[in-house]
């Protein structure tokens, strides 16, 4: 007589996007959402760090040394050093078991 045949669990993939913050020791991630469409998960990386990039450019005019000049403190003080924060959008590829 034959025996049952164990199934074998489907592997699903899905991709993870999020983003790296803070400097050494108070490092951290932030997971934005997850998808199964590598292409969106590419899209959004790179739209999230062109972005990055033209507000890090737009707040030089603000800062000396990465230090936000007097005149400046009070308005956008506060956005300048969240998004100074941020290093870089990521994706990664998640497997688990259907």
Same mark, same amino acid.
């Given at each position: ?22 400097y050494s020791i108070d490092s951290y991630t932030r997971y934005l959402f997850v998808t199964d469409n590598e292409t969106l998960a590419i899209e959004y990386v790179n739209k999230f760090n ?12 603000? @800062? !000396?040394?990465?230090?936000? =000049?007097? /005149? ?14 941020? @290093? !870089?959008?990521?994706?990664? =590829?998640? /497997?688990?078991?259907?």
């Amino acid at each position: 007589m034959g025996s049952n045949p164990i199934p074998t669990a489907k592997i699903k993939v899905m991709y993870i996007v999020g983003y790296y913050g803070g400097y050494s020791i108070d490092s951290y991630t932030r997971y934005l959402f997850v998808t199964d469409n590598e292409t969106l998960a590419i899209e959004y990386v790179n739209k999230f760090n062109r972005i990055l990039e033209k507000w890090k450019n737009h707040f030089v005019k603000y @800062t !000396e040394d990465g230090i936000m =000049k007097k /005149e400046f403190i009070d308005t956008p003080a506060f956005r300048y050093y969240q998004i100074e924060n941020i @290093t !870089e959008c990521f994706y990664q =590829k998640i /497997e688990y078991r259907k």
